[in-house]
């Protein structure tokens, strides 16, 4: 599939707030030893330069992952990635927020690798309760391997935003009113992992992890909380300040997507969304879910 073009206009306003941004969250870097614990990898995953930057590997014998120190219930999560270059078909590069259980609640953004020259699919999608399967995927209008760039969730009690150097891809409203579950009680952790998924991943399985290419490597710096951090059972949004990390105002907790914001968020989906479950009427024959409505 082809990616649509945006007119020059918007692209280059886009590009210019893209650079501000930048500038701006490389201004708030944090430290990897003091906010992550690395899971799983045996050795894969690393983190160099004083705890300034992260690395995850995927090999044939094993990808590798790290998760938060911190739960967190509400807030806005940035982290910079680059993602895996070359022929990355068959991995997988997640990065989530996700509570435990089996009605778990999770907040995702997956990178799903291709071929050399054919893009990357940017996987999101929204659990509640244990219920997901709320999935759009994006093409990008860059390179997200040739450079770091911003990967952003903005989580409150109204609505959860999924931003790309700062230009909001999704959002996903509180759908209570229709009668469906929210992610507002269970704390989650951030998580991030490099893996395997060569039986789906690229054109559903079709496209085979090349090994000969291996290690693959994502990386990741600029990691920033703005957010509730949540411990012996209660919040520190109830106590005197409500967030950690860099800004303390706490003005995400009631954020919405202004009028510009809008425009930018309706650019995306027209030009880069390339499935949304929301308009499956395949798998959704009778009617699309409540949430829909809303969303």
Known sequence: MQKPMASLSYSSLLFLTTLLISWFMVSSSANFYQDFDITWGDGRARILDN????????????????????????????????????????TVTA??????????????????????????????????QGKGGREQQFYL???????????SILWNPQRIIF??????????????????AYPKNQPMRLYSSLWNADDWATRGGLVKTDWSQAPFTASYRNFNADACVWGSGSSSCSSSSP????????????????????????????????YNYC??????????????GIN
């Not at 799903?112 to 940017?122: E, Q, T």
């Open 243 to 274: 967030s950690t990390g860099n800004s303390t105002n706490g003005g995400w907790l009631n954020e919405e997507l202004d009028a510009t914001s809008q425009e930018r968020l309706k650019w995306v989906q027209k030009n880069y969304m390339i």
């Open 163 to 180: 931003s790309v150097d700062g230009t909001p891809i999704r959002e996903f409203k509180n759908p209570e009113s229709v009668g469906v």
């Open 141 to 151: 209008w860059f390179d997200p391997t040739a450079d770091f760039h911003t990967y």
């Open 51 to 90: 705890g300034q930057l992260l690395t995850l590997s995927l090999d044939k014998a094993s990808g590798s992952g790290f998760q938060s120190k911190n739960e967190f219930l509400f807030g806005k999560i940035d982290m910079q990635l680059k993602l895996v270059p070359g022929n990355s078909a068959g």
């Open 95 to 128: 990065y989530y927020l996700s509570s435990q259980g089996p009605t778990h609640d999770e907040i995702d953004f997956e990178f799903l690798g291709n071929l050399s020259g054919d893009p990357y699919i940017l996987h999101t999608n929204v659990y509640s």
């Open 279 to 292: 308009a499956d009427a395949k798998r959704f024959p009778q009617q699309f879910p409540p949430e829909c």
